[in-house]
């Protein structure tokens, strides 16, 4: 009896996030996946057409898997405050239960110009994903819960910046795992600042 399409697809693409994972993209070949996933050629070329439209839906789905997270988190909140500590939950724990795919995402972030084919990288969708914070910052300006003395673009940059941050950070000291505490501090740090009022 044949596995049902969705299950296929979704075969080839765990085995392809910890293969690449493992060995990057120019590291990593097809066959590798198509060994750990014990489905055919033709499975993979149907699914995905080649490696690099595999190696795209991978980034896809971490984008637009964020995104989703985000965007339900969001609708939680009540206020731009919570709002903000709900979006940097749910990308936290999103990274603490898909490591491989995080570092598949920041390896083709900071990837060198020739390391990946340019047509993989889907700037509309990273696009997509800031401004979903950007209009939570707009609304907290226009609800006055938040400041109108930075533009809100920048006031996005310094939040998502240190959501991106302490993820980065995760990865590079191996700190301990992010959680709803660490979005908490992340958001009230941000909010609150450091000078004395």
Not at 13 to 32: C, D, K, N, P, V
Not at 75 to 85: E, K, M, P, S
Not at 88 to 104: G, I, M, Y
Not at 126 to 136: A, D, G, S, Y
């Amino acid at each position: 009896m044949r596995a049902p399409a969705v299950d296929a697809r979704q075969t080839v693409l765990l085995a392809a996030i910890r293969a690449f994972a493992q060995g990057g993209y120019a590291g990593t070949s097809i066959q590798e996946i198509l060994a750990a996933t014990q489905l055919s050629k033709p499975t993979l070329y149907y699914y995905f057409g080649n490696k690099l439209g595999l190696f795209q839906s991978i980034l896809d789905y971490a984008h637009d898997e964020a995104h989703a997270r985000m965007k339900a988190a969001a609708a939680v909140g009540t206020t731009c405050r919570d709002q903000l500590v709900e979006v940097a939950a749910a990308l936290f724990e999103f990274v603490e239960s898909h490591h491989d795919l995080t570092r598949l995402v920041f390896s083709s972030t900071f990837a060198a110009p020739r390391e990946l084919p340019p047509t993989v990288i889907n700037l509309q969708k990273r696009r997509r994903n800031f401004e979903f914070v950007l209009n939570i910052v707009k609304s907290g300006q226009r609800s006055g819960q938040l400041s109108r003395t930075h533009r809100a673009i920048e006031l996005t940059h310094g939040i998502y910046g240190a959501i991106s941050h302490r993820i980065r950070m995760r990865f590079l000291l191996q700190d301990k795992p992010l959680g709803r505490k660490a979005a908490e501090r992340t958001v009230a740090i941000f909010l609150d600042g450091a000078l004395n009022q």
